[in-house]
């Protein structure tokens, strides 16, 4: 396999101005609702990284036509709900969690059999989570005890349920609310912490039946079944999750001045803002707006200290990805910073609390690992030796955090290998260096 290593210099300075790729997650989910609507949906800014192309595959495999008409434009014609094809061959995710779960949901109520697959890490990480709540609406699962590669065999009819998520997954929700597009009744999801709600609102937008209580149970999300959806036009805005490694680069790289363009905003995605500005950052969000039921912002950024603090535990679900990246800021900052709640972050691409513990130490940088906690003791920009080769174990955001690392580091950092960040954030290196950032990739024989 060819391998493409990283290196990461210190830079001089950051400025400028920036857009990042399109959000994941709602590029996924305009995809998938597009598929099963009457109609043509029209996608502006879909992300077009490895990840959402793994979802364009399996919607024309299912039976839908989608074409590309423009860089980030691209058109849907869905298939309805109800009307599925059965793919031919064996679903490929490649690497992303969310394509595989939300679409196990999807066929889970639907006459028809799947197979998924994925790559090495994707094969790793648990899918009974999502096999569980599908199965109490009648879809039958065969799996390697919960894992890739699976085949599923969709209900029809399937039943609703009311479903309380034993853990805070956005990822989970939706699938079950997908399947519950093709359920006769209402088919509900009851969360006791908030997770992402891009599900939520896009549902909305293409005209399904669903509604939101505050109940003694915590949130439920109802979505009455077997309502036609209506295709729509979809703006898809900045990921909230890529600008972050933009935004703590020009946090921490002296005399940096940053403006972060067209960023959603939903307050289920930035959490990792809310922290950066109790550490000190100096941040803040202008021309707010609504794009397509999205609320989206320009994110203004200068270079500031920062102070280690206690990152509370409940904020987990709304900045989930982007604890790589703090810890990132966390090394550079002065005092300690401790981050609990993290157990979800061993089930992610690789194990992200021991992928960081070890790449911050080989560094320089004192780190405690716990079960589901990471400290680290920042003493400041000026005290990250740098100079290591750092694992990303095939994951985006290792890889991309540790490039911003090497930005303040004494001596160069090289990722192994940068090759997964083509899954979300193709161009980061680009845009890195464009705002005066030294990255360089390569490329290698080894495997």
């Not at 364009?56 to 039976?63: D, F, K, P, Q």
């Not at 779960?101 to 890490?121: E, I, K, N, Q, Y």
């Not at 039921?293 to 102070?307: H, K």
């Not at 005092?335 to 157990?343: P, Q, S």
């Amino acid at each position: 396999m060819l391998k493409r290593p990283l290196v990461s210099r210190r830079a001089a300075t950051l400025s400028g101005t920036c857009r990042v790729p399109g959000d994941k997650s709602i590029s996924h989910r305009a995809v998938m609702l597009g598929l099963v609507s009457a109609g043509v949906t029209r996608i502006d800014g879909l992300l077009e990284g490895e990840d959402v192309l793994a979802t364009v595959a399996a919607a024309r495999a299912l039976g839908a036509t989608v074409a590309r008409t423009a860089p980030g434009c691209w058109r849907v014609a869905g298939v309805g709900l109800g009307a599925l094809a059965e793919p031919a061959a064996v679903l490929d995710m490649g690497n992303s969690g969310t394509a595989c779960r939300l679409l196990m949901g999807l066929v889970a109520s639907h006459s028809l059999t799947c197979f998924f697959t994925g790559d090495a890490s994707l094969s790793q990480r648990p899918m009974d989570r999502v096999i569980a709540p599908l199965s109490r609406m009648g879809a039958a699962f065969v799996s390697r005890q919960g894992r890739l590669p699976v085949a599923v065999t969709g209900a029809a009819p399937a039943m609703p349920i009311r479903y309380a998520l034993p853990v805070a997954s956005a990822q989970v929700k939706s699938a079950v609310l997908l399947a519950g597009l093709n359920t006769p009744g209402e088919t509900t999801v009851v969360e006791t912490t908030p997770s992402r709600d891009h599900s939520e609102r896009m549902l909305r937008g293409f005209g399904a039946d669903i509604r939101v209580e505050e109940t003694a149970d915590g949130r439920a999300i109802t979505v009455a079944g077997e309502r036609e959806l209506v295709a729509t036009d979809v703006a898809v805005p900045g990921d909230p999750s890529s600008a972050a490694f933009a935004v703590v680069a020009a946090c921490l790289v002296p005399g940096a001045r940053v403006l972060v363009r067209d960023v959603g905003v939903n307050p289920t995605r930035t959490g990792l803002f809310d922290v950066l500005k109790e550490m000190g950052a100096k941040l803040s969000f202008e021309n707010r707006r609504d794009v397509a039921g999205e609320p989206v912002a320009d994110i203004r950024v200068e270079a500031a200290p920062l102070r280690g603090i206690d990152v509370p535990p409940d904020i987990a679900p709304r900045m989930i990805d982007e604890y790589p990246i703090l810890a990132i800021a966390a090394a550079a900052a002065e005092g300690k910073t401790r981050m609990a709640g993290l157990a979800e972050l061993r089930h992610k691409e690789t194990d992200r609390i021991a992928a960081m513990a070890a790449g911050l130490k080989a560094n320089g940088v004192g780190v405690a690992e716990g079960a589901d906690s990471l400290l680290v003791e920042g003493r400041g920009i000026d005290a990250i030796a740098g100079g290591a080769t750092v694992a990303s174990h095939f994951d985006h955001r290792i890889a991309m955090s540790f490039a911003i690392l090497g930005q303040i580091a004494k001596a160069p950092i090289t990722i192994d290998d940068a090759s997964a960040i083509a899954t979300s954030f193709p161009g980061f290196a680009a845009l890195i260096r464009g705002l005066g950032g030294c990255i360089e990739v390569e490329e290698s024989d080894a495997t």
